[in-house]
């Protein structure tokens, strides 16, 4: 059956992070995106979120190009054609070249919706089989050791079930000898964001001694081929992150064994679809994946957490609770992450109820299509 779309709104809003955020490219403080509403008219309404930054430092997508692609061409797509099921979106949006986190912000609501109207949870209709999913911890760059020290053992008291750290070339192996050093079992892994080059392998080569479960994205955003190199010359498994747009180049990292990971985030491969796509041929091939956070507020977290219900999802994803974010998230009930677990709801949809106070204090301005 058809899925009925009436209304489309998209609700720009603006968050203060509770903590600022730092990687190897700079500081992310506050956050602008969209909550995307569809209305089917028959009182269902789905919801998906937007991840883009206000800088392209990540990919080039930033929120404005986000807003100018769903105005301009997503959703008039969704208008105008007939949906039967979620994974038709991607489809019809293969007329618009990349653009993932304008094409995800409103692919993840029609999954949402999708999977009311079915009377099923996300994860139910995503194929999910976990009831809880591990959480891990992102701990941005800090100013000082003792501070992130102070950071890890909080992680620590709240349970998460691992913890990555940023590095960029001088703040990463003396760190990583100072955290060793206090937490010699802890479940470590190493997110570079293209800080290295090949030209740094022997720097590489010495994380081999500090036991990480990955390390994230060391290259070029945009290589596979360098990654292969360096894997061959490295212990410890590579996870890519800012490479992966598609199905098409997860399979090409297999291929020429650039990663022995991949970290898998809906808004960077176009959706839930997409992200499924890639899951399904990684369990094949025996790759381990896991999710990746955008440092998303409610919507977007309880759509990760659907996700990561897949049996592939191995390893904890960037996934903390809504508190680790933010003062007050915009879903009833927050997302929260028990002794390190998050339990994967079974209410209709994405579980969580927008907090209609939160939304109105957050929000910036609404356009109705
Ligand atoms: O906790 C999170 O949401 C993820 C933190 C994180 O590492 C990240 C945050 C923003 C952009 C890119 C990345 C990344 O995985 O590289
Ligand atoms: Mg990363």
Known sequence: MTIPIQQITLHHLS??????????????????FYITEIDDGQGNRGFGESVAFTAPWYTEETFTTTGHMMRDFLIPILLNNSIKHPD?????????????????????????LYAKREGQSLAE????????????????????????????????????????????????IDVLKEVRHHYPDLPIMVDAN??????????????DAFQLLMMEQPLAHDDIVDHAKLQAEIDTPICLDESIHSLENAK???ELGSCRVINIKPGRVGGLTVAKQIHDYCVEKGIAVWCGGMLEAGVGRAQNIALSSLEGFRFP???????????????????????????????????HAIDIEALAQFKVDEEIF
Not at 194 to 207: F, G, I, N, P, V
């Open 125 to 172: 209709a995503l194929g999910g089989t976990k009831s809880k999913i591990e959480a891990g911890i992102a701990i941005g760059m800090q100013s000082s050791i003792a501070e992130l020290l102070h950071k890890i053992a909080l992680s620590q008291e709240n349970g998460y079930k691992r913890v990555k750290l940023k590095i960029k070339p001088g703040k990463d």
């Open 88 to 112: 038709d979106v991607s489809k019809l949006f293969t007329t618009i070249k990349r653009n993932n986190m304008a094409k995800s912000a409103l692919e993840g609501a029609v999954w949402d």
């Open 252 to 254: 090409i990292a297999i």
């Open 194 to 207: 293209s800080a290295y080059t090949l030209e740094d392998t022997a720097r590489l080569k010495e994380l």
């Open 15 to 32: 968050m203060e992070l509770k903590q600022p955020f730092t990687t190897s490219f700079g500081t992310v403080e506050n956050k602008d």
């Open 317 to 351: 994803g960037d996934n903390a609770g809504s508190d680790n974010y933010w003062k007050k998230d915009i879903i009833l009930p927050e997302v929260v992450a028990h002794n390190g677990l998050i339990t994967v709801p079974t209410d209709l949809g994405i579980g």
